[in-house]
């Protein structure tokens, strides 16, 4: 009856430290001046290069329903707007 319950509530803690690791799962987005709009964006290898195409794939992730929350990393550069651009 001891082994049931200690098996019983290790599944438990195992359940709750998946739903908690997935409840925080997050998506980062990487953009540098080096980077290419047609990357994925989400590894600094892979950077985006515009700030814009940051919100439009934001836009993408928030309109297929991804889980939140959501950070763009801006690395070190000059960024050159052409238009006011918010991520929000």
């Known amino acids: 009856m001891m082994r049931q319950m200690r098996t019983a ?5 195992i359940a709750t430290a998946t739903a908690a690791v ?3 799962a997050r998506t980062t987005l990487h953009v540098s001046p080096q980077g290419d709009d ?4 989400t590894a600094t290898g892979a950077a985006l290069r515009t700030p814009a195409a940051a919100q ?3 836009r ?4 297929d329903d991804a889980p ?7 690395q070190d550069g000059m ?3 052409d238009q006011t651009t918010g991520l929000g």
């Open 56 to 58: 439009q794939r934001l």
């Open 22 to 24: 997935t409840a925080q």
């Open 38 to 41: 047609a990357n994925a964006g």
């Open 9 to 13: 509530c290790c599944a438990l803690l």
């Open 79 to 81: 960024y050159r707007l």
């Open 60 to 63: 993408a992730l928030r309109a």
């Open 68 to 74: 939140g929350p959501f950070t763009v990393v801006l």
